[in-house]
Protein backbone atom coordinates (compact mmCIF):
# COMPACT_ATOMS: atom_id res chain seq x y z
CA UNK A 1 0.00 0.00 0.00
CA UNK A 2 1.67 3.49 -1.03
CA UNK A 3 1.33 6.28 1.21
CA UNK A 4 -1.12 7.98 -0.49
CA UNK A 5 -3.87 5.41 -0.12
CA UNK A 6 -2.78 5.36 3.13
CA UNK A 7 -4.13 8.89 3.83
CA UNK A 8 -6.67 8.66 1.93
CA UNK A 9 -7.95 5.66 4.32
CA UNK A 10 -7.17 7.38 7.57
CA UNK A 11 -9.40 10.06 6.17
CA UNK A 12 -12.36 7.56 5.74
CA UNK A 13 -11.65 6.45 9.00
CA UNK A 14 -11.54 10.34 10.21
CA UNK A 15 -15.03 10.91 8.30
CA UNK A 16 -16.75 7.68 9.44
CA UNK A 17 -15.52 8.09 13.41
CA UNK A 18 -16.78 11.90 13.24
CA UNK A 19 -19.56 10.82 11.59
CA UNK A 20 -20.36 8.39 14.64
CA UNK A 21 -19.74 10.88 16.98
CA UNK A 22 -22.19 13.14 15.86
CA UNK A 23 -24.99 10.69 15.97
CA UNK A 24 -23.91 9.91 19.40
CA UNK A 25 -24.17 13.34 20.31
CA UNK A 26 -27.58 13.68 19.06
CA UNK A 27 -28.87 10.76 20.69
CA UNK A 28 -27.55 11.76 24.24
CA UNK A 29 -29.28 15.27 23.52
CA UNK A 30 -32.58 13.30 22.53
CA UNK A 31 -32.41 11.22 25.56
CA UNK A 32 -31.68 14.54 27.52
CA UNK A 33 -34.70 16.18 26.23
CA UNK A 34 -36.99 13.19 26.75
CA UNK A 35 -35.96 12.76 30.36
CA UNK A 36 -36.49 16.24 31.10
CA UNK A 37 -40.22 15.63 29.45
CA UNK A 38 -40.30 12.86 31.93
CA UNK A 39 -39.35 14.60 34.74
CA UNK A 40 -41.57 17.07 34.21
CA UNK A 41 -44.81 14.71 33.97
CA UNK A 42 -43.40 12.74 37.34
CA UNK A 43 -43.63 16.21 38.74
CA UNK A 44 -47.17 17.63 37.83
CA UNK A 45 -48.30 13.20 38.32
CA UNK A 46 -47.53 13.78 42.00
CA UNK A 47 -48.52 17.31 42.58
CA UNK A 48 -52.00 15.71 40.97
CA UNK A 49 -51.85 12.77 43.36
CA UNK A 50 -51.13 14.90 46.27
CA UNK A 51 -54.29 17.08 45.16
CA UNK A 52 -56.71 14.60 44.73
CA UNK A 53 -55.76 13.06 48.52
CA UNK A 54 -56.09 16.10 50.04
CA UNK A 55 -59.49 16.58 48.76
CA UNK A 56 -60.24 12.79 49.64
CA UNK A 57 -59.17 13.09 52.85
CA UNK A 58 -60.40 16.03 53.71
CA UNK A 59 -63.91 15.56 51.96
CA UNK A 60 -63.94 11.94 53.95
CA UNK A 61 -63.63 9.95 56.94
CA UNK A 62 -60.67 7.95 55.12
CA UNK A 63 -56.85 8.37 56.96
CA UNK A 64 -53.53 8.26 55.99
CA UNK A 65 -53.17 4.54 57.36
CA UNK A 66 -56.02 3.20 55.13
CA UNK A 67 -54.12 4.70 51.57
CA UNK A 68 -51.28 3.00 52.65
CA UNK A 69 -52.83 -0.35 53.39
CA UNK A 70 -54.78 0.20 49.67
CA UNK A 71 -51.44 0.98 48.06
CA UNK A 72 -49.93 -1.91 49.56
CA UNK A 73 -52.76 -4.14 48.52
CA UNK A 74 -52.09 -2.64 44.78
CA UNK A 75 -48.48 -3.16 44.89
CA UNK A 76 -49.38 -7.00 45.60
CA UNK A 77 -51.25 -7.64 42.85
CA UNK A 78 -48.63 -8.59 40.68
CA UNK A 79 -47.07 -10.53 43.38
CA UNK A 80 -44.50 -8.36 44.71
CA UNK A 81 -44.03 -5.69 47.63
CA UNK A 82 -41.45 -3.44 45.46
CA UNK A 83 -43.41 -0.16 45.06
CA UNK A 84 -43.93 -0.76 41.40
CA UNK A 85 -47.27 -1.35 39.57
CA UNK A 86 -45.79 -5.05 37.74
CA UNK A 87 -48.35 -6.69 35.03
CA UNK A 88 -51.01 -8.58 36.42
CA UNK A 89 -51.62 -11.75 35.75
CA UNK A 90 -55.10 -12.45 33.95
CA UNK A 91 -56.91 -15.43 32.92
CA UNK A 92 -57.92 -16.17 29.42
CA UNK A 93 -61.70 -16.34 29.59
CA UNK A 94 -61.75 -18.27 25.89
CA UNK A 95 -58.40 -20.90 26.76
CA UNK A 96 -58.45 -20.51 30.49
CA UNK A 97 -54.80 -19.53 30.44
CA UNK A 98 -52.51 -17.24 32.44
CA UNK A 99 -51.17 -14.44 30.18
CA UNK A 100 -50.00 -10.75 31.27
CA UNK A 101 -52.01 -8.22 31.43
CA UNK A 102 -49.54 -6.25 29.12
CA UNK A 103 -51.19 -8.28 26.73
CA UNK A 104 -54.47 -6.86 24.36
CA UNK A 105 -55.03 -10.82 23.14
CA UNK A 106 -54.03 -14.21 24.68
CA UNK A 107 -50.48 -15.51 23.58
CA UNK A 108 -52.07 -18.98 23.06
CA UNK A 109 -55.20 -19.10 21.88
CA UNK A 110 -55.34 -15.03 19.97
CA UNK A 111 -58.47 -14.10 21.66
CA UNK A 112 -58.85 -10.50 23.11
CA UNK A 113 -58.78 -10.31 26.69
CA UNK A 114 -61.10 -7.71 28.91
CA UNK A 115 -59.79 -4.72 30.63
CA UNK A 116 -60.61 -4.83 33.92
CA UNK A 117 -59.30 -1.28 34.92
CA UNK A 118 -59.19 2.07 32.81
CA UNK A 119 -55.73 2.56 34.36
CA UNK A 120 -54.59 -0.96 31.86
Not at 44 to 73: G, Y
Request: proline share 1%; hydrophobic share 35%; with cysteine.
Amino acid sequence: MDFSNLERRQEAVRVETDSKVHRVANKIENLDDEMHSLRQKVEKLSLSCQAMWELIKDNTDLTEEELFVKMTEIDLRDGKLDGKLGPQVLICSNCGRKVSSKRSTCFYCGYALAKNSAFE
